[in-house]
C-alpha cells in the first residue's frame, strides 16, 4: 500500500477529479494536474509523471505547460556557456558576454585567462581566449580593454618572495600580504585594447602601477587607484572607493566628488540615474536609499534624493530600466526581503518567505530577479512587480492578504514568485552562486553546479533566454526520461536492497 501523503494525494486527485469530469475534459485534465502536483510533493515521483505524461497529452496542456515546466525543471530553454568558468559579464549592446576561465583569482596573475563570446538568438559561439584579467567592454560594446601581464616570470618570482616575507599567520598579516602582492600585480600590468569586429588590438600606455581598466569618452584608461571601480553602463561616470565613502568622477573631467555611500552604488541601463546606500551612526544607526540623476560630462551628479529611510539594514539597491523605481533587500527581523521604493511613496515589500531573498536585478517587462536561500544552496526566482508598486498603504504584494506571511516556494498557478534554474532532472538539486542580467534584462548568465552531483569542482556557465520558453514536445521528451529514469532507479534499487527488505521491514513494523 502506498505510504500517506501519496494516498492523500491520490485520494485528492479522484475527489477532485470527479467533479471536474463533469465540467468538462479540460478541467478534468486540469485536476489530474492537481492530483500530480500532490504526488509530486509527497517524493512519489514515478506516479507523479506518469500522471503528468497523462495530462501533456490530454485537452488543455498548452495551459498547464508552465506550470509542468516549472515544477520538473526549466521554463525557458538554458543553453551551457561553458564547463567551468566564474565571473560572467555583459556588453553594454548585450551582444558580446565574457567569463573568467578557473584560473582566475588563484595565485599567480598569469595564469588569469578571460573568454570573450558572440550571443545571436539564443546561441553562444566564442570569438576569442584572452590572457589577462579584469575585462570591461566600451560603453558602445563594439571593443573590449583587460589588464595583460607583461613578465609573467617576473611576478611569479615576486610574488613568491612576497609570500615568503609576509607569512600569513592571522587577518592582520593576511590584509598585509594580499596588500603587497596588489601593488606586485599593478606594476606588472599592462593594458590591452581589443577590436571585437577586426580582431586589432593594441597596447595603451600607463607610467604607473595600473590596477584596473576604465573607459572615457571612448578610450580606454589606466585606473591608478587602489580599491573597487565600477563605470555608469554609459561611460559617462565613473565610481570608486574613496577615503571617507565614495567618489565619482565624470568621464573626461578631473574634477571628482566624494559622497557617503556604503557599498557598490546601482545604475540604470542608460546610465542616467545611480542608486546607493548611506548611513548614519552618530546614534541609532540609520540606512538610506538614494537616488541621483546623472549628466554626462558633469563632475558632480548632485540633486541626489532620499527615497526611503529606516533603522533596518537595506543593501544591493538596483536600478529599474528607465530610472523611476529602486530595488533593494532589507532586514526586517532575521532575514532579506526584497523591496522597491518610488519618488515620493512608501516602499512596497515584494518577497515573503522565511529563506533570504537577495540581490534584485531588473528584468524587462517589470519583473525582478532575485535571489532565494543561504550561499551554499541558492536559487534564482522571478517575480512580477504589480503597477502600482511603491504606493503608500499596505505593504503586501497585489493579490496576497497581509495576514499571509509567507510564501514558502512558488506554488503553479499562484502568480508569485517562478523559480527560473534547474537542471531538469529528478532528486537533485542546481547550487547557483553568480548571476549577470543582460542590458534589456531578456537573458541570464548564470553560474551553477548543474550536473546534478551534490557537490562538484567545476561550476558552468548557463544562459538561460528569457524570450523563449519551453515547448510542449520537449516537456513531454522531459517528462518521458524522467519517468525512465526514476523507474530504472527505483528497479536498482530493489535489486541492491533485495537480501535486507525483511529485516528492514521487521525493525521498522512498529515505528510510527
Do not use: C
Not at 25 to 38: E, G, I, K, V
Not at 240 to 246: I, M, P, S, T, Y
Not at 373 to 384: F, L
Amino acid at each position: 500500500m502506498a505510504p500517506w501523503p501519496a494516498r492523500a494525494g491520490l485520494l485528492f486527485g479522484f475527489l477532485a477529479a470527479a467533479p471536474a469530469a463533469a465540467q468538462g475534459p479540460r478541467a478534468a485534465n486540469a485536476a489530474l494536474f492537481d492530483s500530480a502536483y500532490h504526488a509530486w510533493d509527497a517524493g512519489e515521483y514515478d506516479d507523479a509523471l506518469e500522471r503528468l505524461d497523462r495530462v501533456l497529452r490530454g485537452p488543455g496542456a498548452d495551459d498547464l505547460l508552465a506550470d509542468i515546466a516549472v515544477l520538473t525543471g526549466e521554463r525557458y530553454r538554458t543553453v551551457e556557456v561553458a564547463a567551468d568558468g566564474t565571473n560572467p559579464r555583459w556588453s553594454p549592446d548585450g551582444r558580446h558576454a565574457v567569463y573568467d576561465t578557473p584560473g582566475a583569482g588563484a595565485p599567480g596573475d598569469a595564469e588569469r585567462r578571460t573568454v570573450v563570446v558572440r550571443v545571436e538568438n539564443g546561441a553562444v559561439r566564442q570569438v576569442v581566449e584572452l590572457a589577462g584579467h579584469g575585462a570591461v567592454f566600451s560603453p558602445d560594446g563594439r571593443s573590449i580593454a583587460w589588464l595583460r601581464i607583461a613578465d609573467p616570470a617576473a611576478l611569479a618570482r615576486e610574488e613568491a618572495t612576497i609570500r615568503r616575507t609576509i607569512e600569513v599567520r592571522d587577518r592582520a598579516s593576511f590584509i598585509a600580504q594580499r596588500a603587497a602582492l596588489d601593488v606586485a600585480r599593478a606594476r606588472h600590468a599592462r593594458v590591452r585594447v581589443r577590436d571585437l569586429a577586426t580582431g586589432r588590438e593594441r597596447d595603451v600606455p600607463a607610467s604607473e602601477p595600473v590596477h584596473a581598466v576604465v573607459w572615457s569618452r571612448g578610450e580606454a584608461v589606466p585606473w591608478i587607484r587602489a580599491g573597487e571601480v565600477r563605470m555608469s553602463p554609459s561611460g559617462g561616470h565613473i565610481v570608486f572607493d574613496a577615503e571617507h565613502g565614495l567618489g565619482i568622477l565624470a568621464a573626461g573631467t578631473s574634477d571628482q566628488t566624494t559622497f557617503q555611500g556604503a557599498g557598490s552604488p546601482a545604475f540604470s541601463a542608460d546610465g542616467r540615474t545611480m542608486a546607493f546606500i548611506s548611513r548614519d551612526e552618530s546614534r541609532e544607526t540609520r540606512y538610506f536609499l538614494n537616488r541621483a540623476p546623472l549628466s554626462a560630462g558633469e563632475p558632480v551628479f548632485g540633486r541626489s534624493r532620499v527615497l526611503f529611510t529606516t533603522m533596518d539594514p537595506i543593501a544591493n539597491p538596483a536600478v529599474s530600466p528607465d530610472g523611476s523605481l529602486v530595488a533593494f533587500q532589507r532586514m526586517g527581523r532575521e532575514n532579506w526581503e526584497a523591496w522597491v521604493a518610488g519618488e515620493g511613496e512608501e516602499p512596497r515589500r515584494l518577497t515573503y518567505d522565511v529563506q533570504h531573498d537577495l540581490f534584485p536585478q531588473w528584468l524587462a517587462g517589470d519583473r525582478l530577479l532575485v535571489i532565494k536561500g543561504e550561499g551554499r544552496h541558492r536559487r534564482s526566482y522571478v517575480y512580477p512587480v504589480p503597477s502600482g508598486v511603491g504606493s503608500a498603504g499596505s505593504d503586501a504584494p497585489a493579490g496576497r492578504r497581509p495576514q499571509d506571511p509567507e510564501i514558502r516556494e512558488w506554488v503553479p498557478g499562484s502568480g508569485e514568485g517562478m523559480r527560473l534554474f534547474h537542471n531538469n532532472t529528478v532528486r537533485t538539486i542546481a547550487p547557483e552562486y553568480e548571476w549577470a542580467v543582460s542590458p534589456d534584462g531578456t537573458m541570464v548568465l548564470i553560474v551553477s553546479e548543474r550536473d546534478g552531483d551534490t557537490i562538484s569542482p567545476e561550476r558552468g556557465v548557463y544562459l538561460t533566454d528569457l524570450g523563449r520558453p519551453v515547448t510542449l514536445e520537449e516537456v513531454r521528451a522531459r517528462v518521458r526520461d524522467q519517468l525512465a529514469a526514476e523507474r530504472a532507479l527505483r528497479t536498482k534499487a530493489d535489486a541492491l536492497f533485495a537480501g535486507i527488505v525483511a529485516d528492514v521491514r521487521a525493525a521498522v513494523a512498529d515505528v510510527s
